[in-house]
């Protein structure tokens, strides 16, 4: 991969990818990541930082998707409703049994011809064939997973058994309140795109570990963004 170029900025390249990673890892604002730029001495505005989360955000995303480890191959499929622009759509979400996010895809429809769209990208973009696809009972799912011949592996279910897809919209939901609301559909995809390949980099779940094994995610994590940002 290319080195990321920073020329024609007039900030150091530091400075640039310590802000894009505040304002993606953290449920910050853009004046929320200017107050902490501005407490360290560094005069910047908002505006300036959204070019940078708007240029730098996809490409660093980009990187870190190429450097996760293969999904595991049992997904959870699940649909959420977002307000964009004051009108009502769904936010078609993927993750693996882990809590990894596999694709998400932001649509206007809750019906058979979205569930093929988000079912179409994650045939052609994961690395692994699914053993099994959980849901909930939305029937668009069955005939949607029936056209594409993969019926056998479909467990659909209530919210118990889609536990995971279901949880995994929280951080979505605290992004969501915090920018008040989406301003567009495509704002919306670009934004939760890159924000799900940073997310699944530092998700680390240290509910479940050891401090020392938590020790050593974080130390990959940072290392995993320190090569995607050179």
């Known amino acids: 991969m290319k080195l990321l170029s920073f020329k024609r900025h007039r900030f150091p390249p530091e400075v640039i990818r310590h802000a894009v990673w505040l304002y993606f890892r953290f449920n910050l604002s853009l004046r929320d990541v200017e107050e902490l730029m501005a407490q360290r001495g560094i005069d910047v505005t908002y505006e300036t930082i959204r070019c940078w989360t708007r240029k730098f955000g996809p490409?660093?995303?980009r990187r870190l998707k190429k450097r996760r480890p293969r999904p595991t191959p049992r997904w959870h499929l699940d649909e959420m409703v977002c307000w964009i622009g004051g009108r009502q759509m769904y936010l078609?979400?993927?993750v693996d049994d882990e809590g990894e996010v596999l694709d998400l895809v932001v649509q206007r429809r809750r019906d058979t011809e979205a569930a093929l769209k988000l079912l179409k990208r994650l045939l052609h973009n994961q690395p692994v064939a699914p053993q099994s696809?959980?849901?909930?009972g939305l029937g668009s799912y069955g005939a949607a997973l029936e056209e594409l011949q993969l019926r056998h592996a479909h467990r659909p279910g209530r919210l118990r058994e889609n536990n995971r897809a279901e949880n995994s919209h929280l951080p979505i939901r605290r992004r969501e309140r915090q920018?008040?609301?989406?301003k567009s559909q495509a704002s919306a995809q670009k934004f939760l795109t890159t924000h799900?390949?940073?997310?699944?980099?530092?998700?680390?779940?240290?509910h479940l570990i050891s401090r020392r094994t938590l020790r050593r995610f974080r130390a990959d994590a940072d290392a995993a963004w320190a090569a995607a940002v050179a």
Not at 133 to 136: E, G, K, R
């Open 92 to 94: 078609w979400r993927a």
């Open 196 to 206: 799900a390949a940073i997310y699944n980099t530092f998700n680390i779940q240290r």
């Open 59 to 61: 490409l660093i995303a």
């Open 179 to 182: 920018q008040m609301g989406f």
């Open 133 to 136: 696809i959980t849901t909930d």
